[in-house]
């Protein structure tokens, strides 16, 4: 039987989103400070606008919701499901503001793919896009890479509440003892390496003859969207703009690690930096990038359209690992993936995405540990089948610390693959039912679900509103891997049933 939401259920779930929504009018105060730095007097007035939109709803719902209680797990994987709409409707206000944006809907999705780090883009002219509005669509993928609800945890939610949320947001790992230090070691490393990313990106942009204050714009904004492995980027050409090999080595040195897991960073910075060699997952990760790459070199044998083996490498070699983290950058043209790439190479690119990066990183996609525990199982299912009947077989591995092959485990990774393979296969369907060829909307329904943002061009302004809305859809459903989406249709369709 489907429980019913009860007054205490709303009221729970509204008090804190109306935290978060106030919060959000604070955030939102960071790009005004950016606007009148560069005396852009009506991009920060929108941000005002959008500030106390934000702060005034907030408000209300605190007035009228003003208790807080411990949330039980259904409330709080409701919540954060919801904050992520929420997020997506108030963030999308300064955009549509802009004026880049040809309708509401077109700045609900990219809102809604800068907070799921997914980098699919439906803006206009962004080559002309005030620094404020363009700074605002790399710093929702900031937040939403640590994640909208990590930012909370560090803010607003306290005590019991604190474990169902994070978990609620795709999280699985207590990095520290306590969530709440979970929470701020992970946005320490962020700020972190945002420091270190951004001066060596400010340097090399230096070393380019940009004047200073374009240079470090646009290092902090590539760091950004790199370590949260979004795929933004300030001008319409994406890393190709930069004509730079030091750029492009920086910056897939930065998605690489912020597709490692947080708790592979925690371990190194205590003093255990034998875990980047033993981990399981790291292992899995390397032999899927090489066994990746080598498919996307053999779908170049019969058709060859670089000058030659190092601008393929450059090319090629960084799409892959750009697909595989999750980040989306690219180096390439789209018409570059329509007309030149071989259909397996771009298979080889639609696995990376697929696949994905480590768990409880920035990354999406399934999640290269879960596939890592589905061969676990094969492998344990056949020894058993091959040993006498009295034999106990255990089957280990080691992430971050030595773990036991639990059918659970399996299970659990069994259904979060089948889920995503699913929502790919359906998307790359819907796509070809408004007329696109299936393999590149097969390419695209991956990308939005897996939270990559690499494009074959069916993602633009021009494209069917009903596959924007399926997109946004498979955006969120992919960053928070269904279950807290889940819970939150289960209450919503008890809410109509009768009590």
Known sequence: ?????????????????????????????????????????????????????????????????????????????????????????????????????????????????????????????????AYAYNFWRHFMCFIGGQGIILVALTLFVKGGSAFKVYVGEAREEKIMPNIIQTARFIWLVSLTYLVIGTSILLFINLLRDISPGRALFHSICLFMSGWDTAGFAVQSQNILYYHSPAIEIVTAMIFLLGAVNFGVHYAVWTGRPHELVRNFELKVYMFSILALFSLVCIGFIMQFPFPGYVPFFRKAFYQLISAHTGVGYSNITVQHFLYFWPPLA?????????????????????????????????????????????????????????????DNHIKMSAIIIILYVAVYLAGGVIGSFYGYPFLPALFESVSATANVGLSMGITSPLMPNGLKIVYIMQMWLGRLEFISVFVLFKFILSLKSPQ
């Open 346 to 406: 771009l298979l080889g690119i639609i696995l990376a995405m697929g696949l994905g990066g480590s768990s409880s990183s920035t990354a999406g996609g399934i999640k290269i540990l879960r596939i890592g525990l589905f061969f676990k199982g094969i492998k344990k299912e056949i020894r058993i089948l091959t040993s006498p009947e009295s034999a106990v077989i255990v089957e280990r591995f080691h992430h971050i610390r030595d773990i036991s092959v639990e």
């Open 1 to 129: 039987m489907i429980p019913h939401f009860s007054r205490e259920d709303v009221s729970s779930i509204l008090h804190y989103l109306g935290r978060l929504i106030y919060g959000m009018g604070i955030v939102m105060l960071v790009p005004v400070f950016v606007g009148v730095i560069n005396m852009e007097w009506a991009p920060s007035i929108d941000f005002i606008l959008s500030s106390l939109i934000c702060l005034c709803a907030g408000s209300l719902i605190l007035l009228k919701f003003n208790e807080e209680r411990d949330l039980n797990w259904r409330q709080g994987m409701s919540l954060v499901a919801l904050s992520w709409v929420m997020a997506m409707f108030f963030g999308a206000i300064p955009l549509y503001l802009s004026g880049h944006y040809n309708s509401y809907l077109d700045s609900l999705f990219e809102a809604m793919s800068a907070f799921a780090t997914t980098g699919l883009v439906l803006v206009n002219n962004v080559d002309h896009m």
